[in-house]
């Protein structure tokens, strides 16, 4: 690849989807891509995060319209299911060909 190239590909970092590539919503994201849907507590344990924590970042990620928020009762107990919506899904293979390009044009 030509220095011209690289150079082109790698002025494109600043392109990336923000929301996404911040690591906690990347790792939402990531949890979320191969699911068709996720509640709450497997999100809290495979994440790491705080309660708190990943509330924020589910709230941005709802607020973009990337991630579906859905309340409801299983039983007796409430239930919060998260998934990406088709916009999130396609903003996150999107990011993920971009990030593939830039890598692939690092020296």
Do not use: W
Not at 68 to 95: N, V, W
Request: net charge positive.
């Amino acid at each position: 690849m030509s220095d011209a190239a690289r150079n082109g590909a790698l002025g494109q970092i600043g392109t990336l989807d923000r929301l996404i590539h911040e690591p906690a919503r990347l790792l939402i994201c990531a949890l979320l891509y191969p699911l068709e849907e996720a509640d709450f507590l497997y999100l809290l344990t495979q994440s790491e995060l705080s309660k708190g924590n990943l509330s924020s970042h589910l709230a941005k990620l709802e607020e973009s319209g990337y991630v579906s928020i859905e309340k409801r009762f299983k039983g007796k107990l409430p239930q919060t299911l998260c998934r990406l919506t088709d916009r999130g899904r396609e903003a996150f293979e999107s990011y993920r060909k971009s990030l593939k390009a830039l890598a692939k044009a690092l020296p």
